[in-house]
């Protein structure tokens, strides 16, 4: 069944979100992603310009609250994932200019903030995602 603007309720996609990172001791937000009543989120990333160094994903329970509970930011968390991450492209903590991917149990989320930081310079991160 579709919603209103065409999409079946079960998948919602979204695209080119773009922000810019920099070289810093604390990752930059990039995006903010609703994922109220969804169990899977993907997210393809675009890494331009310059490497990452780091990237954090986190959680929150409800609208009201931080994002207190950061859900991956090691490199284990990414190259032998265990719930919440289900499958990623590899570390992504070093994440070299290129295509790369993350898929997150979210379930019980209320939204995922994703940060990100460069190795010099400015990256651009183009980010596309698709909810379950």
């Known amino acids: 069944m579709a919603n209103s603007d065409g999409v079946h309720d079960h998948a919602v996609f979204k695209s080119k979100v773009v922000a810019s990172v920099v070289a810093a001791a604390v990752p930059n937000q990039i995006v903010v992603i609703d994922v109220r009543g969804r169990e899977t989120l993907?997210?393809?990333?675009?890494?331009?310009?310059?490497?990452?160094?780091?990237?954090?994903?986190?959680?929150?329970?409800?609208?009201?609250?931080?994002?207190?509970?950061?859900?991956a930011t090691a490199a284990a968390d990414f190259t032998t994932p265990n719930a919440p991450v289900n499958f990623a492209s590899g570390d992504l903590n070093v994440a070299a200019i290129g295509s790369h991917f993350v898929s997150l149990d979210v379930r019980g989320m209320a939204d995922v903030e994703v940060k990100a930081g460069s190795a010099a310079g400015t990256a651009t991160v183009q980010i596309d995602h698709g909810l379950r």
Do not use: Y
């Open 42 to 71: 993907f997210i393809d990333m675009t890494i331009g310009v310059e490497a990452l160094d780091a990237i954090q994903f986190s959680a929150r329970a409800h609208k009201d609250s931080g994002f207190d509970v950061v859900v």
